[in-house]
């Protein structure tokens, strides 16, 4: 089955004024830049809470849905779809003869088969995206035609 890392929560270390060092997990937060760290230091001293000394992000891994997986695959795609546009795009305006759009064929060809495949394998869950988008199709005509 495939996972996904998903974040789980944020270990930010503290230093507080009486010298104990703490672990704290950020009650919200889940992910942190070193820009937003620094600024939470610096919020962290101003308030003579203590010193932050570092943070960590706690990843773990979920099993993904068979929809998620779908998705997945579907997102892959899509995203050699793009390379293969790229491609053709550079290969138009290079025209020296030499061509990169083909070797994104066999790959897509591939992904594609594996699509095929899911879907053949779990047609309960084509049949329920497919439920889901009638829904969503119905539901954006019924706000067009009231607009």
């Known amino acids: 089955m ?5 974040t789980d929560k944020l270990e930010v270390t503290v230093k507080r ?8 997990i950020h009650p919200t937060l889940t992910r942190l830049t070193d820009t937003m760290f620094e600024q ?9 809470k203590g010193d932050l000394l570092s943070y960590k992000t706690i990843e ?4 993904m849905t068979l929809k998620e997986q779908r998705y997945d695959l579907c997102l892959d795609i899509s995203g050699q779809i793009y390379m293969q546009d790229m491609a053709r795009d550079r290969d138009y305006d290079n025209d020296i003869g030499f061509h ?7 790959k897509i060809a591939e ?3 594996e699509l095929k495949a899911f879907d053949d394998t779990y047609p309960e869950v084509v049949a ?18 009231n607009a």
């Open 17 to 24: 004024p009486n010298g104990e060092i703490e672990v704290v």
């Open 111 to 113: 992904l594609r088969g």
């Open 2 to 6: 495939k996972t996904t890392k998903m």
């Open 100 to 106: 990169e759009s083909p070797k994104y064929d066999a």
């Open 40 to 48: 939470c230091k610096k919020a962290t001293k101003d308030a003579g």
């Open 60 to 63: 773990i891994e979920e099993p």
């Open 128 to 145: 329920e995206i497919n439920r889901l988008k009638a829904i969503e199709t119905e539901q954006q005509i019924q706000s067009a035609l």
